[in-house]
């Protein structure tokens, strides 16, 4: 489809993101940050894997079945943002705040072309269909890692104001 295509998945991405914004406005006080956390980007690594649904499937449309997942991821990306920069406003200090966005905005930034780079080298190798499903999976699994130590964070802070 081209760029009419790419305009569809990019707009459902952006719809996506405005509805999980508005849900997360909602609800964000009823959940813990490392609930938050881990809805947030778990369920951005399931729907990642079902961009690559349309390869082991006849029955789905590619562009539908990809506007679909990107909707879904667009909605979900807001609940591991708003945990996360929530848990960085109140553990790091004010005047350390600048620094720490920067370094943190420096590292996300430098992860996009190493990420294509990575990815470009791979998909050669297995083909794009499994290296959606591959980096799906692993997103999903990292994410036990941060929901871990979340846990344990705000076990500690909850032990010492009791």
Known sequence: MGAEGLSYFSLAFVLGN??????VGKIGNA????????IGLFFTGAF?????????????TPIVSACVSMFLIG???PFSWGAM??????NVPKEMYARYSSVNNM???????????????????IGLEYLLLLFG???????IIPYNALIRYEKKTRSSYS
């Open 85 to 90: 920069a929530t848990f960085a406003m109140s």
């Open 75 to 77: 909605v979900f990306i």
């Open 18 to 23: 405005i509805l999980g914004g508005i849900i």
């Open 31 to 38: 959940i813990s940050v490392s609930k938050l956390t881990f």
């Open 107 to 125: 590292f996300c930034m430098s992860a996009n072309p190493l990420g294509a780079f990575a990815s470009g080298i791979i998909v050669t190798y």
């Open 137 to 143: 999976v692993l997103f999903m699994l990292t994410t």
């Open 48 to 60: 990642y894997t079902t961009l690559a649904l349309p390869a082991f499937s006849t029955y789905v």
